[in-house]
């Protein structure tokens, strides 16, 4: 891909063209117009010509893919930030490795107050037990160490971590040689995360944003709250990304509403809602997930934690849709869904179906659907905000949630068909750093899923992942390449472009020009993804890749 040396301007006029551009307004686009910001015109290479002289730069595509940038709807930026520049245990093979890999990083960095890791999943270790406090403190040499497991829902921590925390024993979730989990663990992390400079702070949103664009994401949700990080974090990164050429920060503060006061502070932060990982209950992985029956490997009886119940739910529900504010929950188990269902539908009797509806409330999530929730879903207008990589790393018969939940139960997760028929809106993100930013990879889990009956087509993935965040933020004329709409893109390398449907009679088909349906990169397992070669926000590039 080529371009001219013109200087960047709020105001100049973009031809791209010689490429193939993905737009529902012509299916067999390859040029597009970008006038302030926005998209002016979409259109063939012939009509394209009328253009040329009259714009500030040409680019000339080179055969180059160009698509509306991805929104994730699910990010935690620092901890993603932190967890880039930090030590990785994802990687690890076995329990031995990942003590390792603590020990090699300690002695690397003398300098820092707190060692922050992220990643490890016992599930995976032939051990299938977490690190005792002992094979801790050996690794870390007394020094204060801090990693969560990669649900980020519990954690191991060093003594020297928890002498900081005065009273941390008595505390909900404490156990002497086991991950902290609940109240325990959420004053861990605090402490742990408050040895963060400011300077490392700022740093890590950095290293995570360039990150995001790098990929080709053109806007993250943040989902902060006063459980995961603090206000502090949270109004530096919506500050930090405000002044700087980065993706778009929409940002959710996950903290109760009982009244408009509430609702003014929640604004007052700078967030667009009362909404992300505000907890009903925790995570498969940590056996903290509120479940109607309990886990097939945990203690016996055992069905999770529940952090809210229905009433709580609806008081938030109401009270937010009265003061015009987004609302949204973190529930992955069924009986935690469910909670929320009958939450707000309680909400819905009390102020109308269609305030609710209007409102466009949303669940983080929301794994263990069934019919019934995922119909209320559609009847109540909620937004499903999935995570597909959870069922890439987790899914399938031999995978975490067959584990947890065993063979049957597990099969039930995460129906994207189910809720694509239903009419449930979706959103796609990552829940980064719990699994990586890799958007053609989410649009690939999805359309793969490891259970068969709940694949989507790469195009109803994708839509997901461009068009479906920017809905669920209240948003319409966004996520998409035509006229009017803001010129928020990424250009790719790719291989050429198929139509691909779960079956793949359909995909091979669909390759088939005459269907009149914009192509997309082969996602087949195994084949390359696309690579980003350019990611533009209102017009402005956001990451160029370099040498190209």
Request: proline share 8%.
């Given at each position: 891909m080529t371009e001219s040396t013109a200087p960047q301007s709020e105001h100049r006029t973009v031809l791209l063209r010689g490429g193939d551009v993905h737009s529902p307004a012509d299916p067999f686009a390859t040029a597009m117009v970008v006038e302030r910001g926005h998209v002016a015109w979409v259109g063939s290479e012939g009509a394209a010509d009328a253009f040329a002289s009259g714009v500030d730069e040409v680019i000339d595509l080179d055969g180059a893919l160009v698509t509306p940038a991805f929104t994730d709807a699910h990010v935690h930026t620092t901890s993603t930030g932190l967890a880039l520049t930090g030590l990785d245990l994802s990687g690890s093979r076995t329990l031995g490795e990942a003590l390792g890999l603590l020990r090699a990083y300690v002695a690397a960095?003398?300098?820092?107050?707190?060692?922050?890791?992220?990643?490890?999943?016992?599930?995976?270790?032939?051990?299938?037990?977490?690190?005792?406090?002992?094979?801790?403190?050996?690794?870390?040499?007394?020094?204060?160490?801090?990693?969560?497991?990669?649900?980020?829902?519990?954690?191991?921590?060093?003594?020297?971590?928890?002498?900081?925390?005065?009273?941390?024993?008595?505390?909900?979730?404490?156990?002497?040689?086991?991950?902290?989990?609940?109240?325990?663990?959420?004053?861990?992390?605090?402490?742990?995360?408050?040895?963060v400079s400011p300077r490392q702070r700022a740093e890590a949103q950095r290293a995570a944003l360039r990150h995001a664009a790098s990929l080709g994401i053109g806007t993250v949700h943040e989902c902060g709250g006063p459980d995961i990080s603090d206000e502090e974090d949270f109004a530096a990164l919506l500050k930090l990304a405000a002044a700087e050429n980065g993706p778009r920060v929409f940002g959710y503060?996950?903290?109760?509403?009982?009244?408009?006061?509430?609702?003014?502070?929640?604004?007052?932060?700078?967030?667009?809602?009362?909404?992300?990982?505000?907890?009903?209950?925790?995570?498969?992985?940590?056996?903290?997930?509120?479940?109607?029956?309990?886990?097939?490997?945990?203690?016996?009886?055992?069905?999770?934690?529940?952090?809210?119940?229905?009433?709580?739910i609806a008081a938030h529900v109401t009270a937010c849709t009265e003061a015009g504010l987004q609302a949204g929950f973190h529930a992955i188990g069924d009986a935690a869904v469910s909670a929320v269902v009958d939450g707000v539908r309680a909400a819905a009797?009390?102020?109308?179906?269609?305030?609710?509806?209007?409102?466009?409330?949303?669940?983080?999530?929301?794994?263990?659907?069934?019919?019934?929730?995922?119909?209320?879903?559609?009847?109540?207008?909620?937004t499903a905000?999935?995570?597909?990589?959870?069922?890439?790393?987790?899914?399938?018969?031999?995978?975490?949630?067959?584990?947890?939940?065993?063979?049957?139960?597990?099969?039930?997760?995460?129906?994207?068909?189910?809720?694509?028929?239903?009419?449930?809106?979706?959103?796609?993100?990552?829940?980064?750093?719990?699994?990586?930013?890799?958007?053609?990879?989410?649009?690939?889990?999805?359309?793969?899923?490891?259970?068969?009956?709940?694949?989507?087509?790469?195009?109803?993935?994708?839509?997901?992942?461009?068009?479906?965040?920017?809905?669920?933020?209240?948003?319409?004329?966004?996520?998409?390449?035509?006229?009017?709409?803001?010129?928020?893109?990424?250009?790719?390398?790719?291989?050429?472009?198929?139509?691909?449907?779960?079956?793949?009679?359909?995909?091979?088909?669909?390759?088939?020009?005459?269907?009149?349906?914009?192509?997309?990169p082969d996602l087949t397992p195994g084949a390359e993804l696309p690579v980003c070669l350019r990611t533009v926000v209102l017009g402005q590039t956001v990451y160029a890749r370099p040498n190209e």
């Open positions: 960095h003398p300098e820092d107050r707190v060692v922050l890791g992220h990643g490890w999943d016992a599930t995976r270790w032939p051990e299938r037990r977490p690190p005792s406090r002992g094979e801790l403190d050996e690794a870390a040499g007394g020094r204060p160490v801090y990693l969560p497991r990669v649900d980020v829902h519990s954690a191991v921590a060093t003594t020297a971590l928890l002498d900081l925390v005065p009273g941390v024993t008595g505390l909900t979730g404490y156990h002497p040689d086991a991950p902290l989990t609940g109240a325990a663990h959420h004053a861990v992390r605090s402490a742990a995360h408050g040895a503060w996950a903290e109760r509403v009982a009244d408009e006061k509430d609702a003014r502070r929640i604004r007052e932060l700078g967030a667009v809602g009362a909404a992300g990982d505000l907890f009903v209950d925790g995570s498969l992985g940590s056996h903290t997930a509120c479940l109607h029956e309990p886990y097939a490997d945990g203690p016996a009886g055992g069905t999770g934690t529940a952090h809210l119940d229905a009433a709580q009797e009390k102020l109308g179906l269609p305030r609710i509806r209007g409102a466009r409330h949303r669940v983080e999530h929301a794994e263990m659907l069934t019919p019934e929730t995922v119909a209320a879903f559609a009847e109540l207008g909620l905000s999935v995570q597909p990589a959870f069922d890439a790393a987790w899914g399938g018969e031999e995978g975490m949630y067959a584990q947890r939940l065993g063979v049957e139960r597990a099969r039930t997760l995460n129906p994207y068909a189910a809720l694509l028929r239903a009419g449930v809106p979706l959103a796609f993100g990552s829940d980064s750093p719990v699994t990586p930013l890799d958007p053609w990879g989410t649009v690939r889990a999805a359309a793969f899923h490891r259970t068969p009956e709940h694949r989507i087509s790469v195009r109803a993935g994708f839509t997901a992942h461009t068009r479906g965040g920017w809905r669920a933020v209240g948003r319409d004329d966004a996520g998409t390449l035509v006229p009017g709409a803001p010129a928020d893109y990424a250009v790719w390398r790719t291989a050429d472009l198929v139509v691909q449907a779960p079956d793949d009679r359909v995909a091979r088909w669909s390759t088939d020009p005459r269907s009149g349906t914009p192509g997309l």
